[in-house]
């Protein structure tokens, strides 16, 4: 079901002030940047060997990103695992009996189609299933 590490989703307040530590002093590629209108976030994706780390900064203060910077302050926010078929993931979960947070999967960054399963049913850790896009 799941083939990858996909990426680490990180919470912060501003990427311009952030993307110099994981660009120049790590030595990260950026992927690219983008705004994600449906998720209320500005991204920047960087490639670190077979995985990624992405920034992710809030463009508004509803977004779910913004509430998590104001509870916990900028750091890991989500987990993402890559599938084939985000669908097909999400339908054996929740067989399974996890909770999900989508159960239609969204639109993510780089055209990638996503669904967050709840931190309850995944041990206090933010989820997401990441089906690339092509």
């Given at each position: 079901?799941?083939?990858?590490?996909?990426?680490?989703?990180?919470?912060?307040?501003s990427i311009e002030e952030t993307l110099p530590f994981y660009r120049d002093q790590?030595?990260?590629?950026?992927?690219g940047c983008e705004e994600v209108a449906e998720q209320k976030v500005k991204v920047a994706m960087l490639r670190i060997g077979?995985?990624?780390i992405e920034l992710l900064e809030?463009?508004?203060d509803d977004s779910p990103v913004a509430k998590f910077l104001e509870k916990s302050g900028p750091?890991?926010?989500h987990v993402a695992y890559e599938t084939e078929d985000v669908q097909a993931a999400i339908?054996?979960?929740?067989?399974?009996?996890?909770r999900m947070i989508d159960t239609v999967p969204r639109s993510g960054a780089h055209g990638a189609r996503i669904a967050f399963i709840h931190p309850?049913?995944?041990?206090g850790v933010?989820?997401?299933?990441?089906q690339p896009g092509h």
């Open positions: 079901m799941l083939t990858r590490i996909n990426h680490i989703g990180i919470a912060v307040k790590l030595g990260m590629a950026l992927v077979d995985s990624k809030p463009t508004s750091g890991i926010h339908a054996h979960l929740v067989g399974e009996g996890a309850k049913s995944s041990n933010l989820t997401e299933l990441c």
